[in-house]
């Protein structure tokens, strides 16, 4: 079992930054983060390989693509979400995720390990 713990959450005007941090108690192939604003159904927003091993190393929802930055750090079986120019609309609680698939990719079944959750809200 592994136990997924985000930080960095908060509250940032629009066009701010932010950056998310995930830390997994043991290894995974592929890392993730999701996201559900109120009323709405949670949905993905990016997602990582392990390096060097597969094409489509990192890919990202079309909303966020350009202004998110997925990244990890296996030696500290971290990943990172560097949130920029932040939008009202981005608001919401995000989900760090995490599987042994290593060919999981946008789906919430894919993945069998989940963060609790933390709150982006983006001031306009």
């Known amino acids: 079992q592994v136990q997924l713990v985000e930080s960095g959450g908060g509250l940032v005007q629009a066009g701010g930054s932010l950056r998310l941090s995930c830390a997994a108690s043991?290894?995974?192939?592929?890392m993730g983060w999701f996201r559900q604003a109120p009323e709405k159904e949670r949905e993905f927003v990016a997602r990582?390989?392990?390096?060097?091993?597969?094409?489509?190393?990192?890919n990202y929802a079309d909303s966020v693509k350009g202004r998110f930055t997925i990244s990890r750090d296996n030696a500290k079986n971290t990943v990172y979400l560097q949130m920029n120019s932040l939008k009202p609309e981005d608001t919401a609680v995000y989900y760090c995720?995490?599987?042994?698939?290593?060919?999981?990719?946008?789906?919430?079944?894919?993945?069998?390990?989940w963060g609790q959750g933390t709150q982006v809200t983006v001031s306009s």
């Open positions: 990582i390989r392990r390096p060097g091993t597969y094409t489509n190393y990192a």
């Open positions: 995720a995490a599987t042994s698939d290593r060919v999981a990719t946008v789906w919430e079944y894919e993945y069998d390990y």
């Open positions: 043991g290894r995974t192939a592929v």
